[in-house]
Each structure stands twice: as C-alpha cells, then as structure tokens.
T-cell receptor, first 114, second 111 residues
Framework: SAVISQKPSRDICQRGTSLTIQCQVD?????MFWYRQQPGQSLTLIAT?????????ESGFVIDKFPISRPNLTFSTLTVSNMSPEDSSIYLC???????????FGSGTQLSVL | SQQGEEDPQALSIQEGENATMNCSYK?????LQWYRQNSGRGLVHLIL?????REKHSGRLRVTLDTSKKSSSLLITASRAADTASYFC???????????FGKGNQVVVIP
C-alpha cells in the first residue's frame, strides 16, 4: 500500500493568481495522476504525471493552465495557473503501482477562487 | 460515453439494512474496482474484481461482476452509520492506461 500526503488541504485564492499543489508518496510508484472533482460529481482526469518527462493531458486540459512536474517516483506537483472562479473544485492526487492496479489517493485540495 | 456508470440513485437506509448499488460499463475490461469517498475527501479503494471473476467478498462487502451484461453490483451488508459515503466504480480497460470512474452513488445510513 501507499500513503499519499497532499497539501494544501484547502485554499482560497484570488482571481488571476496561481496555486501549486504538492503530492508526496511514501514509496516509489509507477503511475501518478491528477484529478478534478466538482461538488457532487465524479472524478475527471486532468493528466498523468510522467517521471522525467512531460505530463500526458486529457482532452480539455492544457499544460499552460495546469503545469505538472514529477521529478522522481515519489513526488509530483500540479499548478493551477491564472485562476478563475471556474477553477473552484477539489483536486486529487493519486498513485498506482502499475496499470490497472488500485489507486491510492491523497486527501484532496479544496480550492475556492474569488 | 462514460465507462463505469452507476445507476444514478441516492440511497437512504436504516442502520443494519443492506445497501446495493450497481455499475454498468460499455467496453471490455481487465478489472472493475469500487471506491468509497467520505465528504469530498480522497477516495479509498474497497475491492477489485478481475474480468475472470464473478464474485468477491471483503468483510461486509460483496461484489459481483457479470461480463455478459457488462455490469457489477456492490452489496454492503448490515450497514453502519460510518458507511455513509459516496461509492464509485471504476474500470480498467485494455488499451487505456487509466481508470474510468462512474458518477457515484450517495449512500446515507440513518442510525
């Protein structure tokens, strides 16, 4: 199993600013993902964080808006850039040992943009 | 269309009763997983069932998988107030490197 520490747990930000969310896993993992979840909704995958290379983004998400880093097998960051109220959501980091295996999740970052 | 799509229902049951929720999907899968989420926190993995399995148990949880109908069910027996949460199914499909999550079922267990 893996334990994921995600921070901050919540933040209130001003429009036009950026926020970086950090995700630390207590063991090396093959796969790391970033999700967004609107209140009462399911999870939407933003991107797969690739170690040592550019993240793989899903349709509707772009690197300029959501730059992601993954410098090693245990750590990743997601930045929400130039925020607007529409970015208010819960952002979740997750990790898996391999394809198709169970996901471990961080506790989430609740973001409110004013 | 979305993989891992639960029946869009909210369940409200009394403590001690059983809760059943369903999930349907559209393409061939390698496995199907169920997760629980409490109050907008991170998801917790409950159980994984592989495409060649038909039923799996874990404590008070029972999962079935019918690949001919492309559907799964999650049964929680003898529910407790602590089972109040949202439950999501997710599918791992061949040729896809990430899980596809369904819409989720809200379950409220009344003490």
């Amino acid at each position: 199993s893996a334990v994921i520490s995600q921070k901050p747990s919540r933040d209130i930000c001003q429009r036009g600013t950026s926020l970086t969310i950090q995700c630390q896993v207590d063991s090396q993992v093959t796969m790391m993902f970033w999700y967004r979840q609107q209140p009462g909704q399911s999870l939407t995958l933003i991107a797969t964080a690739n170690q040592g290379s550019e993240a793989t983004y899903e349709s509707g998400f772009v690197i300029d808006k959501f730059p992601i880093s993954r410098p090693n097998l245990t750590f990743s960051t997601l930045t929400v850039s130039n925020m607007s109220p529409e970015d208010s959501s819960i952002y979740l980091c997750s990790a898996a040992g391999g394809w198709g295996e169970k996901l471990f999740f961080g506790s989430g970052t609740q973001l409110s943009v004013l | 269309s979305q993989q891992g799509e639960e029946d869009p229902q909210a369940l409200s049951i009394q403590e001690g009763e059983n809760a059943t929720m369903n999930c349907s999907y559209k393409t061939s899968i390698n496995n199907l997983q169920w997760y629980r989420q409490n109050s907008g926190r991170g998801l917790v993995h409950l159980i994984l069932i592989r495409s060649n399995e038909r039923e799996k148990h874990s404590g008070r949880l029972r999962v079935t998988l019918d690949t001919s109908k492309k559907s799964s069910s999650l049964l929680i027996t003898a529910s407790r107030a602590a089972d109040t949460a949202s439950y999501f199914c997710a599918t791992a499909s061949y040729g896809n490197n990430r899980l596809a999550f369904g819409k989720g079922n809200q379950v409220v267990v009344i003490p």
